[in-house]
């Protein structure tokens, strides 16, 4: 799963696995327990450069792993290799979402360093810029997230998936 922070990639992510029988992971977790500190801390100490590389690192890694659904940080697509291995080992799900969204569902949560600025909103507005041709290069579908719940949008994974799973057979 791909998307901006704030999307639901976590939310939508556990669900989906829940209902496919799949462990679900999420990559910024994943960093979180691996270097025992919390991403912004990471940020801190490393950069947003020393972030992405263990971020790069960890998605290749997990990427090998058959039957999960992965929920990537908001940033993993802007590493080249990152977007290659996710489109050449899974099935990439972009969750798409407004601003406006994203900006309510973050707005408290103090745990999303890229949105410690005076203008949170520009902040989102440049992420999306830089980023959703990205996403739209890796994805396989495209998921409106203003228009779907998450359990909607689950659903209509679901039924995209099997009718990938059709043709290919």
């Avoid at 263990?54 to 890694?61: G, P």
């Avoid at 309510?104 to 041709?133: C, F, I, M, S, Y």
Wanted: aromatic residues 4%.
């Amino acid at each position: 799963m791909v998307g901006l922070m704030g999307s639901g990639k976590t939310t939508i992510g556990r669900a989906l696995a829940r209902r496919l029988g799949r462990r679900f992971i999420d990559s910024d977790h994943e960093i979180e327990h691996r270097t025992g500190v919390r991403i912004p801390v990471i940020f801190e100490m490393e950069g947003e450069e020393g972030f992405r590389k263990r971020e790069a690192s960890v998605i290749e890694e997990l990427s090998q792993h058959a039957g999960i659904v992965l929920a990537t940080g908001g940033g993993a697509i802007l590493d080249s290799g990152t977007r290659k291995v996710l489109m050449s080992t899974g099935w990439v799900i972009y969750l798409d979402v407004p601003t406006h969204v994203l900006l309510d569902r973050t707005r408290h949560d103090t745990n999303r360093p890229l949105l410690q600025v005076a203008d949170p909103r520009a902040k989102l507005d440049g992420l999306r810029e830089q980023r959703d041709a990205l996403y739209r290069e890796v994805a396989d579908i495209i998921i409106d997230g203003a228009r779907n719940n998450s359990q909607a949008a689950v659903g209509r994974i679901l039924r995209e998936w099997e009718k990938q799973c059709a043709h290919s057979t």
